[in-house]
């Protein structure tokens, strides 16, 4: 059986999730900084994904498509530098050198990099300038990639949840209500579909564009699911929190992912969460004892 090798820079929690998504005949070659107990054929390469002396012993697998599902070490400027565009970097230098070139590189990026504030829709279309030094990073990720001579298409991600993730479930049992701006969410497992789906469309040739943005179709304004939260946990909300009268937020508007073929498995935040918050009071009653 021939195989179609994919190469991994960043292999965290959505890599995982996507893996037994894959097609059986994939095989996929991590670098990642962490060691990975990855089943065979499937291997890892223990090495940081800005390391050229790496990347140049993965590409020579000849990989026919690169995902990149990156994280920093920290929010701020210096780490999204040192994890994002100098990773980018090293892989385009790479692969001028590299023969045959990959069929497709995937990007995931973030809905971040929109600057709308006022609860205005986005969508591809939409322009992208950030306000903050974190995303002005990744957007310039976006612009050096857009620029290789591979196609790639760039995958942004609104506000990842899921298990595990438990960030905002913590503030609802702690009375934080909320304020009115407009939220957007994807939940961990619709982000490995999306990539596993993606990659599916590249193995059968299938023509893709260059940005798709990947979020749920229910955006929602935080005090109304933080309530939601509250009733389904019996939980009682402090008063809402007043909106600083700027930041109101921004609608993510992924209809033409959608409309490409991809179906949510999550399709709203009350799926979602419906789920996740036996798993969340069942940790949170574990650590109590």
């Known amino acids: 059986m021939n195989t179609?090798?994919?190469l991994w820079l960043g292999f965290?929690?959505?890599a995982a999730r996507c893996l037994p998504r894959l097609p059986a005949d994939c095989v996929?070659?991590?670098v990642t900084r962490r060691e990975r107990s990855l089943v065979a054929p499937h291997r890892?390469?223990?090495a940081d994904a800005s390391d050229a002396g790496a990347l140049r012993e993965a590409l020579a697998e000849g990989p026919e498509i690169i995902v990149l599902?990156?994280?920093?070490?920290e929010r701020s400027p210096e780490a999204y530098r040192a994890r994002y565009l100098a990773v980018v970097e090293t892989l385009l230098t790479e692969l001028q050198?590299?023969?045959p070139a990959p069929r497709r590189i995937f990007f995931?990026?973030?809905?971040s990099v929109y600057g709308q504030s006022a609860g205005e829709w986005v969508t591809e279309a939409s322009p992208a300038e950030p306000s903050s030094d974190t995303a002005k990073v990744l957007r310039e990720c976006e612009a050096r990639l857009w620029q290789a001579e591979v196609p790639v298409t760039v995958i942004r991600f609104s506000g990842i949840y899921g298990p595990g993730?438990?960030?905002l479930l913590k503030q609802v049992v702690a009375g934080r209500a909320g304020n009115a701006a407009w939220t957007n969410r994807i939940h961990s497992e619709d982000c490995a579909g999306v990539i596993a789906w993606l990659i599916k469309a590249v193995f059968a040739e299938r023509p893709l564009p260059s940005l798709l943005l990947a979020s749920d179709a229910q955006p929602v304004r935080a005090h109304d699911v933080r309530q939601w939260l509250a009733n389904a946990m019996h939980c009682r909300l402090s008063p809402s929190e007043q909106s600083d009268g700027v930041t109101l937020g921004r609608r993510c508007d992924s209809s033409q992912l959608r409309a490409l073929g991809y179906s949510f498995q999550y399709p709203g935040y009350r799926e979602g969460f419906a789920e996740l918050i036996p798993q969340f009071l069942a940790q949170q009653r574990q650590q109590q004892q």
């Not at 599902?69 to 070490?73: A, E, H, I, R, V």
């Not at 995931?108 to 809905?111: A, K, L, P, W």
Request: proline share 4%.
């Open 4 to 6: 179609k090798g994919i």
């Open 12 to 14: 965290g929690d959505i």
């Open 28 to 30: 996929v070659s991590a």
């Open 44 to 46: 890892n390469l223990c």
């Open 69 to 73: 599902t990156l994280t920093p070490g």
């Open 97 to 99: 050198q590299t023969q």
């Open 108 to 111: 995931v990026s973030s809905t």
């Open 165 to 167: 993730r438990w960030h």
